[in-house]
């Protein structure tokens, strides 16, 4: 039986401080009925964040039951995702990608994407993101948009998501206009300094401008965070929540951190994913028409991570079959070993979690 008040914790850093600390969080009341009720303080979303065992339980249940209610064909929008180029501008600290790593680099041409194209089309996808690491030339961009144009002239029921990164109002709208009809972009954390201080170089002000840009121009987009990083503390995290309030969007994501081989932050701890998911369900609960994805660095962090991802009231998932193999272990955007769920994997634990694959219509 749970305990109501119960005395929760997390190694993170306190906000105040700045220092290494256990932060607490004493709620007089379950978080989850203060939340089915209504309430939105940062008082509930911080002890929701920190719930476990039959509290957390409670917390799925809610956000699928909100999931549910707003989806009721229970299916989950299946993508697949081919990694374009690991060419990348810039130098986070918590990639492998970035350009400072000794990695080999790529480029798909566009014969070789339009082969694979075509394979993921006949196997009755419908949606597929095109990833790449940021590169901001003219000639890489048009490159992409060419692509993007051919797609939609072979195949105009496939829908176009892209993941580049920042780039020129200029650029963005030559991508739309090529036929790509979604973008996603991260802002990673609504801390400006934690974001110069994981990203060196670039700015959270920059980032958002590009957001603004994507939603103004038309894109259909997607933004989130990173949980887990370092010098991040709870109120970080309850920023983030409220700064995917701020944003017209259509999707939204949470990944933990992993800290891949051969980036800046290798020594670092790995992310909590129980924080992870708890902010997941809290986003399911707040934002109920985004789509949001189960990812693939939930289960490099926890096993099981990725289903409990859609117990927590995802509705995306993204197979990691388009790719082509030579070119796979140059993407290590996370880890150089890092999980590929294929289709057999997404289905099992889609029908684990008592949906199925489909097409979750964008609302
Ligand atoms: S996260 Fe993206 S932008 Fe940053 S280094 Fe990795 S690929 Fe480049």
Known sequence: ??????????????????????ITSQFPKSPVAALASGERSRVALRAALLARGSEQEELFSLARRARDATWPVREVET??????????????????????SKLKRYVIKQGQLMERVEFLHALG?????????????????????????????????????????NLSHRQYVRLREAGAERYNLKFETS???????????????????????????????????ITGMPGQSLDDVIDDLLLLGKLDLTMMSCTVFIPGEMCGYRDEPMGDVDIALNQMALMRILYLTRLMPTTSCLERGK?????????????TVTIHDGTPEEFKKLFPIYSTDRCSPDQARCAAIVHDAGLSFGKAPLI
């Open 191 to 225: 801390s400006p300094s934690l974001y110069s201080m994981w990203k060196p170089g670039d700015s959270l002000d920059q980032r958002l401008a590009c957001l603004r840009d994507l939603i103004a121009i038309g894109f259909k987009t997607g933004t989130g965070n």
């Open 1 to 22: 039986m749970r305990t109501p008040g119960v005395l929760a914790r997390a190694v993170l850093l306190c906000h105040d401080c700045g220092v290494p600390a256990l």
């Open 79 to 100: 993508r697949s995702v081919i990694e374009l180029s690991n060419v990348c501008q810039q130098s986070c600290n918590y990639c492998s990608m970035a350009k400072e």
């Open 125 to 165: 996808r419908r949606v597929l993101v095109l990833q790449s690491g940021e590169n901001d030339s003219d000639n890489f961009v048009g490159h992409v948009a060419k692509c993007v144009a051919e797609i939609k002239r072979r195949f105009p029921d496939l829908e176009l998501i892209l993941s580049l990164g």
């Open 303 to 315: 096993k099981g991570g990725q289903l409990a991802g859609l117990m927590a009231g995802a509705n």
